[in-house]
């Protein structure tokens, strides 16, 4: 539904989605961050990427979500947010932690789910499943240096997405200082198999 590469489609203030089926639609909107040869570098406080999620996403009953970071191990703990419109935040990918708080709840914010990301300087491979037919959300870290791969997961009551959420990479309350890039989003849960192909294409386009 969305793919998001720093070497395709920046021109300006605009990230490009270039994902086949809805290119032309969804387009990110940067604000201070830059792109490098490295990836989207985010190194002042202020800097951050906002990107809508697709409407084609708010009537489905499952999703996923990737991408690549880097953390540099500066600023506030900088998070990936994915924020519905009462700017709740609901996914933290954060240098040190991944925090789920029921994804793609509206309403219901209140059970959260730690996973440490043991290796925060490296550039890993971030993915997280979310099936809202059974509340299962699952997440798999991937750092490509040593080949270890971690998951894990818990089930919630989670709702639905609302009208006007929006994933940003980086955000003034809690800035990130390295890289965020290779943004996917998919309207349905992504198998085992199709994860670790993803992760063997890195930021291209993937399935």
């Known amino acids: 539904m969305g793919y998001w590469n720093s070497k395709l489609g920046v021109s300006g203030e605009t990230w490009a989605n270039i994902a086949p089926a809805t290119t032309g639609q969804y387009d990110a909107v940067i604000n201070g961050a830059t792109v ?11 800097d951050h990427v906002q ?23 500066g600023f506030n703990n900088g998070y990936a947010d994915l924020v519905n419109q009462d700017g709740r935040e609901l996914i933290w990918i954060g240098p040190y932690e991944l925090v789920l708080s029921g994804i793609f709840d509206t ?17 890993i ?22 080949g270890d791969i971690e998951s894990d997961g818990y089930t919630t009551d989670i ?33 085992q198999e199709e994860i670790a192909r993803n992760w063997a294409v890195g930021i291209e386009l993937g399935i």
């Open 36 to 46: 490098t040869q490295n990836g989207m570098v985010f190194a002042k406080t202020t």
């Open 107 to 123: 309403y219901k914010y209140r059970d959260h789910k730690y996973i440490p990301i043991k290796n925060p300087l490296r550039l």
């Open 51 to 73: 990107i809508p999620i697709p409407t084609e996403l708010k009537s489905t009953t499952s999703a996923t979500f990737e991408m690549r970071m880097r953390s540099d191990g």
């Open 125 to 146: 491979y971030i993915t997280i499943t979310a099936d809202l037919t059974n509340g299962r959300i699952t997440a798999y870290l991937y750092d490509p240096l040593t």
């Open 159 to 191: 709702g639905t997405i609302a009208d006007g959420d929006f994933v940003w990479l980086s955000r003034t309350q809690t800035p990130h200082s390295g890289i965020m890039d290779g943004i996917r989003i998919y309207n349905r849960v992504l198998t």
